[in-house]
C-alpha cells in the first residue's frame, strides 16, 4: 500500500504544503491562504493531482501505476472542520491537458 501525506504550516506571510509520497518530501510555499484545494485522481491514466481549487493552479503531483483499488483517508490532526465535496465537475485546467 502506498501512501500519500500532505501537511500544511502557515507561517507570518506565506503557507507550506509538504507533499510526503514513497519517502520524498516536497515542499510547496504559496503566498495566499487556499480556502479550497481539490485532489483529482485519474486512475487510468495514473495521475493524482492537489490544485488551487478556486484558480486552477497545480500544487502537486504524481504518477503512479494503480493496480488496486484506491481507498482516499482523510484526518485532522487537530480538532477543526473537513468538509469533502465530491462529484464535482472537472476543472477547465484539467480538461485540456
Do not use: Q
Not at 514513497?22 to 479550497?36: C, P
Not at 486552477?56 to 487537530?78: C, D, M, S, Y
Not at 473537513?82 to 480538461?95: I, N, Q, S
Amino acid at each position: 500500500m502506498r501512501r500519500l501525506t500532505v501537511f500544511w504550516f502557515p507561517f507570518s506571510c506565506s503557507f507550506l504544503y509538504r507533499f510526503l509520497h514513497t519517502g520524498v518530501m516536497s515542499d510547496v510555499h504559496v503566498t495566499e491562504h487556499l480556502a479550497r484545494i481539490g485532489i483529482l485522481l485519474d486512475y487510468n491514466s495514473g495521475r493524482l493531482l492537489f490544485f488551487n481549487a478556486e484558480r486552477g493552479l497545480v500544487l502537486f503531483a504524481i504518477r503512479h501505476k494503480f493496480t488496486n483499488a484506491a481507498h482516499p483517508a482523510f484526518a485532522l490532526e487537530k480538532a477543526g472542520v473537513l468538509t469533502l465535496c465530491t462529484g464535482m465537475e472537472l476543472p477547465e485546467f484539467v480538461k485540456h491537458s
